[in-house]
């Protein structure tokens, strides 16, 4: 199994058992938490002050739902929210609230007791980020009430998501609880963003991997800084709000950057089209922010209506582009469609379009990462499919070049090993497997003979009829020597006309029948020439016959070095051959020691 399929099947298996163990753990504790949804009423600006806040001389509306207050008006900035509590039965009771818009002071019994982000008298606060709020009640154990001062300049004005009470350490228990479930998706989306990167990178595709991963983690510090337990390590809204904000502004960027390293043709110009309103956008908040004092903050609704519009253009691009999809494009597409639907839904539920729903991002981020790697180990699936039919061609390839090589050298060591016109042995080559012939005789006792001989008049073949006829000459002799001799025997072409046998396990009875076959087979050559004569041939043949061990009879006789008896016999043969020339050719003439 691949590196990549191991390591994503890990991630995934790591992360189920973590979600299953959360799950487990919020099934089996009961925690003591319950959601206060009456006792609230409202009173829009600010109540009577006299050296005190003169809460019970407003007039309070009742408020079926705490984050949707009516009335009001365009420059209405201060809200002020009653809660009235039953007595409970808790020790240390804190009320939960997810989230509010954006300032705010509660008081109990005419004293503040929670306050966060400073409302001055004259109403005026500024904005200190969105975290949740844990607020003491201070008297539980009867019937209070509790009044919100809140200040906002924000189109949201209250409380949003839920609002409970509890005891402290149950309302801690659950934060952290929902905090660690988001942390889970976190850090397993992180190490996935690292996976798809890196196998991206390993796939050659660094443009398109740095682009993939950028997006992922870009999302990854979007989820840390809105998760629950960020509060709990830095207790600094403001920053988390920043880092939640300039993240959340730069994902179309990022989705262009993707698609623009993914696609072709004229969706990359749209890409790259939202990487620069993106771009222009973000310098312009940040403009803002410095130089006009304006809170980056009222971008959002901005951005909101903005990031639909950018990311359908991706979308429609992607769609409408003219080549086919291929199943890798329909997956990044997909991992594009539902990061878009879920922020689309984080969204809505903000603007009160949806009930509330938190973090419904991350779930678009995990799918956009599954199908990120997906798209990779399909990758890698179709890159191991090439390659194992590569291997295969290679191999076959490999296979048919060494047995190519193979027949080469063969052909080469033949060519080394044989005479190139007759095809015996050459001298070389005999002179080699003669020494072992003879070696291995000796070694064992056993008698062997050599044969010389040479065409007699060869001279006058060649004068009188051309090289070509003696080449013919040669070439038939060859293959009458050949016929004649036994399997085993050595038979070569010594030079120019002469030829010599070695004829291992030959005694001198066997040795002198041989030569004479070969005498008689010799003559019986005719060869015939254009002019239609006849050509015939005679040889002088000297023989050497060796078996002194079988004479002696001793196994301790010391025999001459094989180098040398070779050369020895050959000049016997040669002398013999000679002497049957000089008693006036086509003999045979014997020599033993």
């Known amino acids: 199994m691949p590196t990549g399929i191991r390591c994503v099947r890990d991630v995934v298996l790591l992360t189920l058992l973590i979600l299953l163990s959360q799950l487990s753990i919020a099934a089996n504790d009961e925690l003591d938490i319950k959601t206060l949804e009456s006792g609230w009423s409202y009173h829009w600006g600010d109540v009577s002050y006299n050296n005190g806040w003169e809460m019970q001389t407003a007039e309070w509306k009742d408020l079926a739902v705490f984050d949707d207050v009516p009335g009001r008006s365009n420059d209405a900035s201060i809200l002020w929210l009653k809660l009235s509590l039953p007595a409970g039965h808790w020790r240390d009771p804190y009320i939960f609230v997810d989230s509010i818009d954006l300032t705010v002071q509660v008081f109990e019994n005419q004293k503040m007791t929670y306050e966060f982000g400073h409302i001055s008298l004259a109403g005026l606060s500024q904005f200190q980020g969105w975290p949740w709020h844990l607020i003491p009640v201070m008297n539980a154990d009867k019937p209070t009430e509790l009044y919100f001062r809140i200040y906002s300049n924000y189109p949201f004005i209250g409380l949003s998501g839920e609002v409970v009470i509890g005891e402290k350490s149950d309302l801690l228990q659950r934060v952290y609880k929902r905090g660690m479930t988001g942390m889970v998706f976190i850090v397993i989306l992180f190490v996935a963003g690292i996976l798809v990167t890196t196998l991206g990178i390993i796939k050659r595709e660094r443009r398109i991997a740095l682009s993939t991963g950028l997006l992922s983690f870009d999302l990854v510090l979007m989820m840390f800084a809105e998760n629950e337990l960020s509060q709990v390590i830095l207790n600094e809204p403001l920053i988390w709000r920043y880092l939640a904000a300039f993240s959340y502004f730069l994902v179309p960027f990022f989705l262009g950057l993707v698609v623009r390293e993914w696609f072709s043709g004229v969706v990359r110009r749209i890409a790259l089209l939202v990487c620069i309103v993106t771009c222009t956008f973000v310098a312009g908040v940040i403009f803002a922010s410095v130089s006009l004092d304006v809170s980056f903050i009222h971008a959002y609704g901005i951005f909101d209506g903005l990031f639909i519009l950018l990311v359908l253009a991706l979308l429609i691009g992607c769609f409408l582009r003219r080549e086919p999809l291929s199943f890798q494009d329909g997956l990044v597409i997909f991992g ?209 016959i060796f078996e002194q061990f079988i004479a002696h009879g001793e196994d301790n006789h010391i025999y001459p070095e094989v180098d040398k008896l070779l050369e020895f016999m050959l000049s016997q043969a040669d002398e013999a051959m000679y002497e049957v020339k000089d008693s006036g050719r086509n003999g045979i003439k014997e020599r033993a020691f």
């Open 336 to 544: 594009i469609l539902a990061l878009f639907l879920s922020l689309l839904m984080d969204m809505f539920s903000a603007y009160n379009f949806l009930f509330w729903i938190a973090h419904a991002g991350q779930w678009g981020l995990v799918f956009f990462t599954l199908a990120m790697l997906t798209v990779y180990l399909a990758k890698d699936r179709d890159q191991q499919v090439s390659l194992n039919l590569l291997m295969h061609s290679l191999e076959k390839q490999v296979a048919e070049r060494t047995f190519e090589l193979t027949e080469s050298k063969k052909q080469l060591e033949q060519l080394a090993q044989e005479d190139f016109l007759t095809g015996l042995l050459n001298r070389r080559s005999f002179v080699d497997q003669g020494k072992r012939e003879l070696a291995n005789a000796l070694r064992h006792h056993q008698p062997f003979a050599l044969v010389l001989f040479d065409i007699d008049h060869f001279k006058n073949i060649n004068d009188n009829y051309g090289h070509g006829v003696g080449d013919k000459v040669l070439e038939k002799l060859a293959d009458v020597a050949k016929r004649t001799s036994r399997e085993g025997d050595l038979v070569c072409r010594y030079g120019g006309e002469e030829f010599v046998i070695l004829l291992p396990q030959s005694n001198t009875n066997d040795a002198r029948s041989f030569v004479k076959r070969l005498h008689e087979a010799l003559n019986n050559i005719s060869l015939m020439v254009n002019n239609g004569e006849r050509i015939c041939i005679t040889a002088s043949i000297g023989i050497v």
